[in-house]
C-alpha cells in the first residue's frame, strides 16, 4: 500500500523557547520588524544548548525562526479574515498569515542582536514579533541575495500598515521618567500602539471613553482612541 504525502505526520520537537517583551498576545505587532525596540531571546534547550550549534551564526544579522503558534487552537479553517482587510473579507488560509492554519507553524524574520554561550545557548533578538514562550522549532541564517525580492507582488498588502499617532499624558509620562529603561521603553509602547493591535471591529467606530490596555514587559499600558491617534493614559505594573 502506497501512503500519500497528505496523510503522513511527522514528530517535531522544540529546539527552544522564546523570552520576549510580550507576555500576552495582544498588542504583538502581526509582522516582525514594525517594532525594532522589542526585546527578545530565543534560548536553546536540551541538547541543543550546545555552543556548537550556533558556531559560525554570528556573521550573519537576520534569522529565519519557525515556531508553533502554542495560543492558537489545534484547528484551522480554509476561509480566514484577515485584520489587513479589515476583518470582513475573507481570503483562503493559505492566501494569509493567519494563525489558524495546518500544523500552527509560524516563520519570523528577526534581528540577530548577539549570541550568549556561557551558560547555555542565548540569542538576543530585536524587531521579534513572537509572545513569551512560543515553542522555536528551527533556525536558519537569512540570505538577502537569495531571499529578497523588492519586486515581488504583495497581494492584498502591498505595503506597511499606516501608523497611528502616538501621545503621552502627564502620569504616563511621569512613570517612564522614574524608568530606568524609560526611553527604550517609550519607544516600544509608540511602536506597537502605531500598528493599532484593537481589534478591526473597533476601529470602524473609535470609542472615546473605551480604555484599552496592553502588556509589555513587566507592565500595563493603558490608552485611549482619540481624534488624532492613542493617547497613553497610564502605565502600571501588570
Not at 487552537?73 to 484577515?82: E, F, H, K, M, N
Not at 480604555?211 to 490608552?223: C, E, P
Amino acid at each position: 500500500m502506497v501512503t500519500s504525502p497528505a496523510s503522513q505526520t511527522f514528530a517535531l520537537e522544540a529546539i527552544g523557547r522564546i523570552e520576549s517583551d510580550y507576555p500576552d498576545k495582544f498588542g504583538i505587532p502581526r509582522q516582525p520588524g514594525l517594532a525594532p525596540a522589542a526585546r527578545a531571546e530565543l534560548v536553546l534547550e536540551g541538547a541543543y544548548a550546545d555552543p556548537l550549534a550556533v558556531r559560525g551564526l554570528d556573521a550573519f544579522s537576520h534569522l529565519w525562526l519557525t515556531f508553533v503558534f502554542h495560543h492558537s487552537p489545534a484547528r484551522w479553517t480554509p476561509l480566514v479574515r484577515p485584520p489587513r482587510l479589515g476583518g470582513n473579507a475573507k481570503v483562503g488560509v493559505f492566501a494569509s498569515r493567519s494563525t489558524h492554519r495546518p500544523n500552527r507553524l509560524g516563520l519570523s524574520l528577526v534581528e540577530l542582536v548577539g549570541i550568549e554561550t556561557r551558560d547555555g545557548v542565548r540569542l538576543h533578538l530585536a524587531g521579534c514579533d513572537l509572545v513569551s514562550g512560543t515553542p522555536v522549532l528551527d533556525i536558519k541564517p537569512y540570505l538577502p541575495w537569495a531571499e529578497a525580492h523588492p519586486e515581488a507582488r504583495a497581494g492584498f498588502a502591498p505595503e506597511a500598515p499606516p501608523r497611528v499617532p502616538v501621545a503621552f499624558e502627564a502620569a504616563a509620562r511621569t512613570t517612564l521618567a522614574g524608568r530606568a529603561d524609560g526611553d527604550e521603553l517609550s519607544a516600544l509602547i509608540c511602536q506597537v500602539l502605531a500598528q493599532d493591535p484593537r481589534p478591526a471591529y473597533h476601529r470602524e467606530k473609535a470609542d472615546a471613553e473605551r480604555l484599552y490596555g496592553v502588556r509589555l514587559r513587566d507592565i500595563d499600558v493603558r490608552f485611549r482612541a482619540a481624534d488624532d491617534g492613542f493617547r497613553v493614559v497610564e502605565i502600571v505594573p501588570a
